[in-house]
Nanobody, 121 residues
Framework: QVQLVESGGGLVKAGESLRLSCTAS????????VKWFRQAPGNQRELVAG???????NYGDSVQGRFTISRDNAANMVFLQMNSLKPEDTAVYYC???????????????WGQGTQVTVSS
């Protein structure tokens, strides 16, 4: 079973940084568009950042300028560097990867189990 595995979450104080990592077993992650989502208790899952297979990136408004998504294709990993963390960034962070696998547009979508990020004030 192909899985995405996130790591790097933890408990930090406001203003500190964390780097999340996402890797895949059995798949070449460079062929996928990868996104980070987060979900706080009682809230809907929201898009944090995305990186296309070609390298273009996009960010949610609440993290623009503080978070950076990147990928290391040689290591088969995608990262989310989170700086200037705020208590409202507290959530479970999920890695998502998606790619089109045939000319009909069928997609393969992968999700990780999530990693907890807690930011104290």
């Amino acid at each position: 079973q192909v899985q995405l595995v996130e790591s790097g979450g933890g408990l930090v104080k406001a203003g500190e940084s964390l780097r999340l990592s996402c890797t895949a077993s059995g798949r070449t992650l460079s062929r996928f568009d990868v996104k980070w989502f987060r979900q706080a208790p009682g809230n809907q899952r929201e898009l944090v950042a995305g990186i296309k297979s070609g390298g273009s990136t996009n960010y949610g408004d609440s993290v623009q300028g503080r978070f950076t998504i990147s990928r290391d294709n040689a290591a088969n990993m995608v990262f989310l560097q989170m700086n200037s963390l705020k208590p409202e960034d507290t959530a479970v962070y999920y890695c998502n990867a998606e790619t089109i696998v045939n000319v009909e547009g069928a997609k393969v979508t992968l999700w990780g189990q999530g990693t907890q990020v807690t930011v104290s004030s």
